[in-house]
C-alpha cells in the first residue's frame, strides 16, 4: 500500500536414633558335694550395667535425609529468519498455504464480534485484514504458535483483547486445498505512530527448528 492510501484512512531427617540397650543379671554361684569334698564352682556373669556401645559410622556412611539434587542447564539458541515483503504480497508459509495482509486502514473505530469497538483518547486503530490461501493438495491451518503483531517507530504493539479471540479461530481453522480464508484483526497504537514511517504487520511462527518472521510493510 502506498503511504498516501495507508495514512488516508488515519489508526520447584532423618534423625539417628541411638537405642541404649541394658542388660543386667546377678553373679550365681553352684555348689556341689562329691565324696565329701566341696567344689564350688562360680558362673561368670557378664553384666552390661547400662553401658551403652555406640556404632559410629563416618560422614560417608550417614544418611541426614537431605537430598542432594543435580541440576542440569541446558543452553538452546534459536535462529530467526526475518523476510520482509510489500503490502499485498503473499508468503507461502508451508506446503502451498500462503497469507497475507490484504487491507488495513486506520480509525477511531471498528467492529468485532458485532461490536463497536472505540480507540481511547490520543490513540488510533490499525485495523488488518489477513488472507489465507491454499494451493496445496490438502486441508492446511496456520502454524499453532502463529501470532500478528505491528510495529512502528515506538515499539510493538499487540492485538486488542476483541481481536484475540478472532485470531486463535482464525489460526486452528482448516482452509480447504484451493479455498481461502479471511480474518479482520485490529491493534490500537497511538496516533502519530499511526501516521509515522517504518510502520509494518508482522506474523510470527515457528518450522522447521527455527523461528520465522513476515514483515509486511504498510508504507
Not at 541426614?64 to 520482509?84: F, K
Not at 507461502?92 to 497469507?99: E, I, S, V
Amino acid at each position: 500500500m502506498k503511504r498516501r492510501k495507508f495514512i488516508a484512512g488515519t489508526a520447584v531427617g532423618a534423625g539417628t536414633l541411638l537405642a541404649g540397650c541394658s542388660n543386667e543379671s546377678d553373679s550365681t554361684t553352684t555348689t556341689t558335694e562329691t565324696s565329701g569334698t566341696e567344689t564350688t564352682a562360680t558362673n561368670a556373669t557378664t553384666s552390661a550395667s547400662g553401658t551403652t556401645e555406640t556404632e559410629t559410622t563416618t560422614d560417608a556412611e550417614t544418611t541426614t535425609g537431605t537430598e542432594q539434587s543435580e541440576t542440569t542447564t541446558e543452553t538452546t539458541s534459536t535462529t530467526t529468519s526475518v523476510q520482509s515483503v510489500s503490502y499485498k504480497q503473499y508468503v507461502d508459509l508451508q506446503n502451498g498455504l500462503r497469507t497475507a495482509v490484504t487491507d488495513a486502514q486506520v480509525t477511531d473505530s471498528y467492529q468485532q464480534g458485532g461490536e463497536k469497538q472505540t480507540s481511547s483518547d490520543g490513540n488510533k486503530f490499525l485495523v488488518v485484514q489477513f488472507t489465507t490461501k491454499n494451493s496445496g493438495q490438502s486441508a492446511q491451518s496456520l502454524p499453532d504458535d502463529a501470532m500478528s503483531s505491528v510495529q512502528t517507530s515506538d515499539g510493538s504493539y499487540e492485538l486488542v483483547s476483541s481481536s484475540r479471540s478472532a485470531w486463535k479461530q482464525y489460526r486452528s481453522s482448516s482452509v480447504e486445498a484451493g479455498a481461502s480464508a479471511k480474518q479482520t484483526v485490529a491493534f490500537e497504537v497511538p496516533e502519530e505512530a499511526a501516521s509515522s514511517l517504518g510502520v509494518s504487520v508482522e506474523l510470527t511462527y515457528s518450522a522447521s527448528g527455527e523461528r520465522r518472521v513476515v514483515r509486511w510493510s504498510m508504507e
